[in-house]
């Protein structure tokens, strides 16, 4: 995929801000990322390829490339893999279970663009996917609807995955929102026109005509508000994916896709007419790019058959012409749904699948094609930064492969980001939904404080707009010692320093607490000697609303720049006669 780019965003805004961390995008560096996907007749991945196997060309001008790196899919056994250790009760780890990939999923539910019941099949589909999926494949959980909505961060614990899709308060249930159009709602509208032109003996009047142009108006009203909607969600995921590395698979499941990330004339006119400002194409698309999202559309709809064949008697007794127009029209649909399928895919990247009822095989496939890719980096010979599409090409020197990547970027001044560090190292990485960081490994023990403070007690924590009733918890962290660097000091001494924290979120994603704070250490020998036996202890403690709180937690080494992370979910129960509520929190 091709970005811009100057380095990865480090800053995030204030805890009281927006859902998460927000890059900042400014015009510092010029230089391309080209993630490459290569991949035989079958499907299947070529690996080992080496930089002077490309050529790439951009506006048909041939470019050097400055930096090249192969990524593959580290899959095991399910049965060849050691289990962890079972923890106990409330204790927690951010020992990954399996080798994680390169790239991170996203499962994007689109009930705004989907038909009721594609909602259905599709929720059953990814549950039978979860059931069996490749350990260490890292995937998150987003629906859209009337707005975009978190319901599962990256994770790699199916467990997880299935209880967020299968909870009855906060997963994934079938909805149709108001700007959504169902299939047979055209065919209605037709039917209506039909009908009033038959009462009057086959006659066209003008009543009937505005009739008709009212059912128009408001169907291109629906459109481009999903249009807009769309666009706005797709922002929205690009700024959130925008802080972690890698490659971005979104995997999304709809039966229409209303919108494109690099539009033609014809296709912005279009657009423009349905009341849907093209800037916001222009800015989904550098956002998309900057943050290395390639998208993969899955058709929700499964094998595209007829539709007209219902049991509605006024639509079975209409005449042939009228049927064939309808039959028309469907075909029409489905071949613009492919066509729009394909061009997203292309655009950025990823890959179409439609017109099959095995959605899971569709999801296993677009995780092992979106798991093993090539990163291509070069620096444009056209150095202007004028708004205007360079087109990218690349192609193998010897081979008959097929190759999938960004087709094009927006020569924008906003496409560079800007790196600015944040005085907390932790807090960019604290974003609910972050897949967890393995570079520091621990293990974390997180309990209501027995006793609990008296009523009236400073709170824990650093909001100081926290209202409401709270429960304390007591969150103890055991850090791996081989993990922080812990340098020997002239007197005997093990000096060290490492940053915790942590964030705790509402289930809208409002952060509602914080803690933190630099832990210095200065270990004599015996400390040391017993720190190689158990790990680094540290304690914490903050004060959680009385309702379910994801809570991330953090560590970070200053000595050697490597941080760990880790998001538990707590469901709040209320207390009972014989004292504080307990935790019982899920992790990813």
Request: charged share 20%.
């Amino acid at each position: 995929m091709a970005v811009i780019s100057s380095g990865m965003p480090l800053r995030a805004q204030t805890p009281a801000g927006a859902q998460g961390s927000v890059p900042v995008y400014e015009a510092h560096a010029r230089a391309v990322v080209v993630d490459v996907v290569v991949t035989e007749g079958s499907g299947e991945a070529v690996p080992a390829l080496h930089k002077q196997d490309f050529q790439v060309l951009e506006d048909g001008k041939p470019q050097t490339v400055d930096f090249f790196e192969e990524h593959t899919a580290k899959t095991s056994p399910a049965d060849a893999l050691p289990p962890l250790p079972k923890m106990p009760p409330s204790v927690y780890t951010n020992v990954p279970p399996a080798p994680e990939s390169d790239a991170v999923n996203v499962l994007l539910l689109d009930s705004l663009n989907t038909e009721k019941e594609d909602q259905v099949y599709v929720r059953q589909q990814i549950l039978e996917f979860l059931k069996n999926m490749q350990p260490g494949t890292r995937c998150a959980i987003f629906t859209l609807g009337s707005k975009l909505r978190f319901v599962q961060g990256f994770t790699a614990d199916t467990a997880v995955l299935q209880a967020a899709l299968t909870d009855k308060k906060n997963g994934v249930s079938p909805e149709k929102d108001w700007p959504s159009r169902a299939r047979t709602d055209n065919q209605d509208d037709q039917e209506q026109i039909a009908t009033m032109v038959a009462l009057l003996n086959g006659h066209m009047t003008g009543g009937i005509q505005a009739v008709a142009e009212s059912q128009r108006d408001f169907a291109d009203f629906q459109a481009g508000d999903r249009a807009a909607m769309t666009l706005e969600a797709l922002q929205y995921l690009a700024r959130y994916l925008g802080g972690i590395p890698g490659r971005k698979n979104l995997i999304w499941f709809a039966s229409s896709f209303p919108v494109t990330v690099f539009p033609t004339p014809s296709q912005r006119q279009a657009m423009s007419e349905m009341r849907v400002n093209t800037s916001a194409m222009t800015k989904t698309a550098d956002l998309l790019t900057v943050s290395n999202v390639a998208v993969y559309p899955v058709g929700a709809e499964g094998l595209m058959v007829d539709h007209w064949t219902g049991s509605n008697s006024a639509r079975a007794g209409r005449s042939g012409g009228a049927v064939m127009r309808e039959i028309a029209g469907e075909n029409a649909g489905r071949a613009d749904t492919i066509a729009a399928m394909e061009q997203l895919a292309a655009d950025t990247g990823g890959k179409a699948f439609y017109n099959t009822n095995d959605l899971n095989m569709a999801m296993q496939r677009a995780i092992a094609d979106g798991s093993h890719y090539y990163t291509l980096v070069y620096t444009p010979t056209n150095k202007k930064m004028d708004g205007s599409y360079r087109r990218i090409e690349v192609k193998l020197t010897e081979g008959t492969y097929k190759l999938a990547y960004r087709r094009g970027y927006n020569a924008d001044e906003s496409l560079a980001v800007e790196t600015k560090p944040d005085s907390d190292p932790l807090l960019p990485l604290l974003t609910l939904g972050l897949p967890s960081a393995t570079q520091v490994l621990y293990g974390v023990r997180v309990v209501p404080l027995s006793p609990q403070p008296a009523p009236g007690s400073t709170r824990a924590g650093m909001n100081p707009n926290l209202t409401g009733p709270v429960t304390r918890y007591a969150v103890d962290f055991m850090v791996r010692w081989t993990d922080v660097a812990l340098d020997p000091a002239p007197d005997g001494k093990h000096r060290g320093s490492i940053q915790m924290g942590l964030m705790a979120y509402d289930r809208n994603g409002k952060a509602v607490n914080w803690a933190g704070g630099l832990q210095r250490m200065n270990l004599s020998p015996n400390v040391y000697a017993s720190i190689q036996k158990s790990g680094i202890p540290a304690h914490m403690e903050i004060d959680l609303p009385n309702s379910d709180v994801y809570l991330e937690t953090g560590v970070y080494d200053w000595g050697t720049g490597k941080a760990g992370t880790l998001e538990i979910l707590i469901h709040f129960v209320p207390a009972t006669a014989t004292g504080a509520p307990p935790a019982a929190p899920k992790t990813n």
